[in-house]
């Protein structure tokens, strides 16, 4: 037996060693909080972060390390974490590490680990797995409290979907100095379709993510590999066969120098691999055989069991595996393969029959003491090893008990992959129902659960399908009636039509006054709240209100009246608005519903950003962020504050920080409403700045240059706005005016301030710039507008504002967005005020209102309407812009000189800067006396000869 085959001196790596020292020094700055290291199998990713771990935990940091393993593909979830954790609390034990999480938050974690007592009851399983997320976050940044705290996951390409989740969160979220994530794995693994691909991606998009990717050994280092390994310096010959045979992969390396002086390569890979397996004596070998089965790393006593050693037999047989580096001891008495290729090797060479017979053997001895595997993962391992022994009955059962335990973890994707084995197992075992105590369709209804939980609408909507194919709504019309409202979810995440069908579907099957009519009343009256079908959302709520007041459902209360709020709000009845979603907060608290809470939030943010409050807006956005992430609903309900946040900011002016908010909330991948909304805060200031790419791509994201129809009122009548101002800024104004005429011709319209008065503001901007080529058209559509006005409400400052643009009082207009702190309204409204002025012969009046407009939008960096200001500017003079100084022309003289060379006549000129024809005449004289000319064209040429306009 050879001795160990892994070189005592850390070879190479200098390089990444020192990226990796430099990213701990960032991550203590907070500029940089995770490192993606990549190499292929075998060439030392391992020891490379065993190396960095040694000099962190040199230099003070806190090091934690947790491991992906292949189970983790089959249902074990937050495996890495779970590792790190239970590290954690063998250092620090359970009380230390509860004191650093928030009341309550242990609950929660208890999920992972059972030292953290009885888990949390909450069912809302929306919520669960973002309130987990949230509380590892938390415990990360409570550790770097009080030094730099280092998180290690490996294998990453093993990860399940739960921890590739977290993974992706934790590197977008991670803002606290003295945290850093570094993730390693198998670059020569990821096939086009690896579930890591898209991960790598989008965290390749995450500000302070750093990929480091890394390479085979030199020539030169793979000769230090094996002079360390050897202990004497090899001949140049030797090196050169290992070299280039093992291509600079150190493992290879050590596998060839295990094979003798001859250092002979073998047909194959694997056979390299397994040469040093197989120079270990026969037991020792079959033992092995046995571990593979079990995974990268298998406890004693479970080996143990499985192989029916004693412990002192066994440790006999592994002892030759352990000196020859094959295999190493692990913590808590458990035992891990040196190389998970080299399982990997041992675990291909098993036999069909052999598989399947060591697969039932650690089923069998988990099922009888499931101490044997750590904490939270047996059921787990049952299916999986019931699986791989080709035992269907067993298989499907244990895949049944593993998905409900994943759903106690929030694993919901992880749930769903087991719910699929057991769907796919169901037919070969006849007594299915029986094993599992209900029936084919409550699985598929299951599967629909977890896929609505875990994001996957398109999966959901096929389970959906499915289960209601085999149920009849006669006899089972409260079981349909569930899932067609789960149907009518999935199809208003995807932004698709027949929601309300759907749901009117549902409310047709089950009785008045009960639960379940309750529970399809309250998402119907809000659909038809958003689609403007008031008075029948209306009476809804109000039957709804009767009957969960006289039962007592707080929750549902709570719901109901945030969608009697909605319909206030887009009455414009704002103070009740007010009232309402202050009673719904309030229930909230009271009933500790997370989702309730934030929900409330976000719409009252919004009122008071209509009631022209925004600093009182901002502040309760906040809030609504807090309680969000208390809750674990930074998705849902948090994403939507985080889009009124935005709304607040822009209103004010601060675009920047408004940019920010958004980019942040989509960062968190809100459902597809949300993000269409964000996009359009997005898109409002990059139509004032004038970014029109980016305004481009996002019309197009959202659908404005397609046919695709709209049902809710807030978002026809947003598109509709933000495509004719994409018109008008592109110098459009039919098809301004036709983008008009199609949004007035919609039968519901809203006397909400931010959505009718604010297109009412802007549909004057339109006739106004087609009213010169397209008189008649703009005269009608200024008449419906007139009709819709008409029917509108007038309640608050920010609606009299965009009334006061509407009908053309722009002055008193921009003193009213001046009270509000709106920047770019009140330059806007100058703008207008000053045009005007302008046409009335009032120059130094425009000039005067244009002087305050123009550093507005320059402070905004309003690009159109600074060129507008600065263009009127010109026209009516009295205001010095930032411009080259002629020697020869006056401000003025310049101005005619520039419409001389447009080839204007006199008459022309003088209706565009508002003088008379025969002042134009007096500069026309002058300027061809300084230029030295005779005619208007020769002035021209000189213009141009000389750079006066330029």
């Known amino acids: 037996m050879r001795g160990r085959s892994v070189s005592p001196v850390f070879v190479g790596r200098e390089e990444e060693l020192t990226a990796l020292s430099e990213s701990l020094d960032d991550a203590r700055k907070g500029t940089l909080t995770a490192v993606l290291l990549g190499g292929e199998a075998g060439v030392g990713k391992t020891r490379l972060v065993q190396r960095f771990a040694e000099q962190c935990t040199a230099g003070g940091a806190h090091v934690l390390v947790g491991g992906c393993v292949e189970l983790s593909t089959e249902g074990l979830a937050y495996a890495p974490f779970t590792a790190a954790l239970r590290q954690l609390v063998r250092e620090q034990g359970p009380a230390a590490v509860t004191g650093l999480l928030p009341d309550g938050a242990e609950r929660d974690l208890a999920r992972l680990l059972p030292e953290f007592g009885e888990p949390n009851g909450d069912g809302e399983t929306d919520t669960g797995r973002a309130r987990l997320f949230e509380q590892f976050l938390t415990l990360l940044e409570r550790l770097a409290d009080h030094r730099p705290t280092v998180l290690v996951i490996e294998d990453i390409h093993w990860a399940d979907r739960s921890s590739r989740d977290l993974i992706a ?58 002079t360390a390994i050897l202990g004497r310096t090899p001949e140049y010959a030797k090196i050169e066969n290992v070299y280039e045979r093992s291509e600079g992969i150190p493992l290879f390396v050590e596998a060839m120098l295990e094979n003798g002086d001859e250092c002979t390569f073998p047909d194959s890979m694997q056979d390299l691999i397994l040469a040093s397996v197989e120079r270990l004596p026969e037991e020792t070998q079959r033992v092995l055989r046995v571990a593979a089965a079990g995974g990268n790393r298998v406890g004693h006593a479970l080996l143990a069991a499985v192989s029916g050693l004693t412990d002192v037999t066994l440790e006999t047989a592994l002892r030759p595996a352990i000196a020859g580096n094959v295999l190493q001891i692990a913590d808590n008495r458990a035992y891990v393969f040196r190389h998970s290729l080299i399982r990997e090797a041992v675990h291909d060479e098993l036999l069909p029959g052999e598989h399947q017979r060591l697969h039932a053997r650690y089923a069998e001895e988990i099922s009888k003491d499931r101490t044997l595997v750590p904490p939270g993962r047996a059921a787990v391992e049952l299916a999986h090893h019931w699986y791989g022994a080709r035992d269907d009955r067993w298989a499907l059962l244990s895949a049944w008990d593993a998905a409900h335990e994943s759903f106690k973890t929030f694993a919901y994707t992880e749930a769903l992959q087991l719910l699929e084995r057991v769907l796919m197992l169901w037919d070969r075992v006849p007594d299915a129902a029986e094993l599992t105590g209900v029936d084919h369709t409550a699985v598929l209804e299951r599967a629909s659960e977890a896929a609505n939980a875990g994001g996957d609408v398109d999966k959901g909507v096929k389970f959906v399908k499915a289960a209601l194919a085999e149920l009849d709504e006669t006899r089972e019309p409260a079981r349909v009636s569930q899932l067609i409202v789960r149907r009518a979810a999935f199809k208003n995440s995807k932004n698709q039509p027949g929601v309300i069908d759907d749901l009117r579907h549902a409310l047709r099957l089950v009785p008045e006054n009960t639960l379940d009519w309750a529970e399809v009343v309250t998402p119907l009256s809000r659909h038809l709240m958003l689609r403007g079908e008031l008075a029948e959302a209306d009476r809804l709520i109000s039957d709804g209100l009767r009957w969960v007041r006289e039962h007592g459902d707080r929750c549902l209360e709570g719901d109901l009246l945030m969608n009697q709020a909605l319909g206030h709000s887009l009455r414009g009845q704002l103070e009740s608005t007010t009232v309402i979603n202050e009673q719904a907060i309030a229930i909230g ?96 200031i990059a139509l004032a700045r004038g970014e029109m790419p980016l305004v481009k791509s996002i019309l197009s994201e959202i659908g404005l240059f397609t046919s695709r129809a709209e049902e809710f009122v807030q978002d026809i009548i947003s598109n509709a706005r933000l495509l004719i101002g994409w018109h008008l800024t592109r110098g459009e104004p039919a098809a301004a005016l036709a983008a008009a005429e199609q949004v007035l011709a919609q039968p519901k319209r809203s006397s909400k301030a931010m959505l009718s008065w604010r297109l009412l503001a802007v549909l004057r901007n339109v006739c106004d710039a087609a009213q010169e080529t397209e008189p008649e058209r703009s005269a009608a559509v200024r008449a419906h507008a007139a ?164």
């Open 169 to 226: 969160f934790l590197s977008r979220n991670l803002r606290t100095p003295q945290v850093l994530l570094v993730m390693t794995y198998r670059s020569d693994d990821l096939h086009r379709q690896h579930p890591l691909r898209p991960v790598l991606a989008e965290l390749g998009r995450v500000q302070g993510v750093l990929r480091v990717d890394l390479p085979r050994l030199s020539r030169d280092e793979v000769a230090q590999q094996m």
């Open 589 to 684: 608290r009271e009933q500790r519903s997370g989702r309730v809470i934030s929900r409330a939030i976000g719409n009252l943010v919004d009122t008071l950003i209509d009631m022209g409050r925004a600093d009182e807006a901002l502040r309760r956005a906040d809030e609504g962020w807090r309680v969000a992430k208390k809750y674990g609903r930074l998705r849902g309900s948090g994403t939507f504050i985080l889009n009124n946040r935005a709304e607040a900011l822009e209103a004010l002016g601060r675009w920047d920080e408004a940019v920010e908010t958004v980019e942040t909330a989509l960062s968190h991948g809100p459902v597809l409403r949300t993000r269409y909304a964000l996009l359009r805060v997005r898109a409002d």
């Open 787 to 950: 009709e819709v006005a008409a029917g509108l409400s007038v309640d608050g400052p920010v609606v009299e504002a965009y009334r006061l643009s509407y009908t053309g009082d722009f002055d008193a207009a921009a003193a009213a967005w001046e009270r509000l702190r709106r920047p770019h309204n009140q330059a806007k409204a100058l703008f207008r005020a000053a045009g005007v002025s302008a046409r009335s012969g009032d120059r130094e009046g425009a000039a005067a209102r244009l002087k305050v407009a123009l550093p507005l939008a320059e402070a905004l960096r309003a690009t159109p309407l600074i060129e507008e200001i600065e263009t009127l500017c010109r026209r009516v003079g009295g205001l010095d812009l930032a411009q080259e100084p002629s020697e020869l022309l006056t401000p003025r003289e310049l101005e005619v000189l520039r419409l001389v060379t447009q080839g204007r006549t006199n008459r022309d000129i003088a209706a565009e800067l508002f003088i008379s024809a025969k002042t134009v005449s007096v500069h026309v004289s002058n300027i061809l006396a300084k230029l030295g000319v005779t005619t208007r064209g020769e002035a021209a040429a000189a213009a141009h000869r000389l750079s006066l306009l330029s």
